[in-house]
Structure formats: C-alpha cells, structure tokens
C-alpha cells in the first residue's frame, strides 16, 4: 500500500524495552488512526489524531503514546512493553473527517514482546 | 457507542460455490458499513461501503452486500467464489456525525475456498 508506509514491517522486543512504530502517508489526510489486531478480536483503535496537533484516545489507549509530529507522520510508542501488546499494529489514514470516506491501511507491524 | 458481530469466525466452501458472510450491528445513532478485506500478512483494502440510497450495495472482485435496516445486518454476498478469495473479511461501521471517523470492527471472518 503505496499510500501508508508503517516502519519497521516485524519488530522482537523484550519485556520492559521502549520502542517507536512509525506511520507516514503521502496522501494528504488529515486524519489518522492506529489499530491493533489480535486473534478473534478483529481490530481495536488504540489512539487517533483528527488533525495536525490533535490527539485522542480510542478503545485501548493504555500503555502506548502518540505523537502527530506533522500532517505526514503519526507515531505510537510504547514506554515499557509488555508481552500483553505483542500483536499487530495498523495505521490507517482519512482524508477529513466528516466525509464518508474510508480509511486507509498500511501493511502492519508485526510485534512480539518476549 | 456501537458493536459489530461476525457471528462466523471461518466459512469453508467450494469454489464456484455462492457465499454470504453475517454482519449485525448495534448503534444508537446513524452509521456508515463498511466490509473490509485482509489477504495474508497485509492491510485491510476496501471491498464496499453503504452510505446511503440503495440498500443493495455493489463492491469489487463481484462482492455486494445488502443493508437491512430493521434487522441491523450489512450481510455479503458473491455468487461464486474463487480461490483468490480467500482471506479474511471484517464489517465495520463508523457513526454519521462526531466521533472522529472511527471505525468498530466485527472481530472477522475467516473465507477459506477450497479447490
């Protein structure tokens, strides 16, 4: 998906390590979102920013922090992991909101946390 | 607030075979639905969307779906599957007004076609 690039693709960390998932979009929208997929839970929003310099808390904020660092760019980290977030993280993007339009997903980060 | 249901978790069939997948959903106020669908180890591509008009709603690769308002089900439907459909396929809807776009998922269903 040429549109939303999520960096790195797989990531092994260890109990207590930090570390940052990086989402950027060259489509221009306004509006982004982080997701995690677990099996047999479908997709969960963990953190969404509507704007530039908005940030707000989906369903499963605990545990991670965003930054909206330009309209490019949206951020999740995670201060101390836990094998509890070991899954796999989406970003998606929306053009604006108050559109009908859907949203659109990168290829994911696979995380595992031992 | 709003909920999805995919009451399938794996739909096994023939291929050439006709298929629906189950999506009910809970809300208290007006939604967009969405079918989405995930291929191995990628991102969820667009397969349709109801908005508005036409309850039966035609998407790519020949899936459509049909919005029922009072049994609050957004069911998809191809009448004849191949092999490269197999993936994963997750509902979603998503509130008229406020709340940001955000999108709640159905927690999947698994479409396995086999040969």
């Known amino acids: 998906n040429a549109g939303v690039t999520q960096t790195p693709k797989f990531q092994v960390l260890k109990t207590g390590q930090s570390m940052t998932l990086q989402c950027a979009q060259d489509?221009?929208?306004?509006?982004m979102y982080w997701y995690r997929q677990d099996p047999g839970m479908g997709l969960r929003l963990i953190y969404y920013?509507?704007?530039?310099?908005?940030?707000d808390k989906g369903e499963v904020p605990n545990g991670y922090n965003v930054s909206r660092l330009n309209k490019r760019e949206f951020s999740l980290r995670l201060e101390s992991a836990a094998p509890s977030q070991t899954s796999v993280y989406f970003c998606?993007?929306?053009?604006?909101?108050?559109?009908?339009?859907?949203?659109?997903f990168g290829d994911g980060t696979r995380l595992s946390i031992l | 607030a709003q909920s999805v249901t995919q009451l399938d978790s794996q739909v096994p069939v023939f291929e050439e075979a006709p298929v629906e997948l189950r999506c009910n959903y809970s809300?208290?106020?007006?939604?967009?639905l969405f079918w989405y669908v995930q291929y191995p180890n990628q991102g969820l591509q667009l397969l349709l969307k109801?908005?508005?008009?036409?309850?039966l709603v035609k998407g790519i690769n020949g899936f459509e779906a049909e919005f029922n308002k009072s049994q609050t089900s957004f069911h998809l439907r191809k009448p004849s599957v191949h092999i490269s459909d197999t993936a994963e396929y997750f509902c979603?809807?998503?509130?008229?007004?406020?709340?940001?776009?955000?999108?709640?998922f159905g927690t999947g269903t698994q479409l396995k076609v086999e040969l």
């Open positions: 920013s509507a704007s530039e310099g908005t940030t």
């Open positions: 998606a993007t929306l053009f604006s909101r108050g559109t009908n339009q859907p949203q659109h």
């Open positions: 489509m221009n929208h306004n509006s």
């Open positions: 809300s208290s106020v007006s939604v967009y």
């Open positions: 109801y908005l508005s008009g036409s309850t």
């Open positions: 979603a809807v998503s509130p008229f007004t406020g709340g940001g776009n955000k999108l709640t």
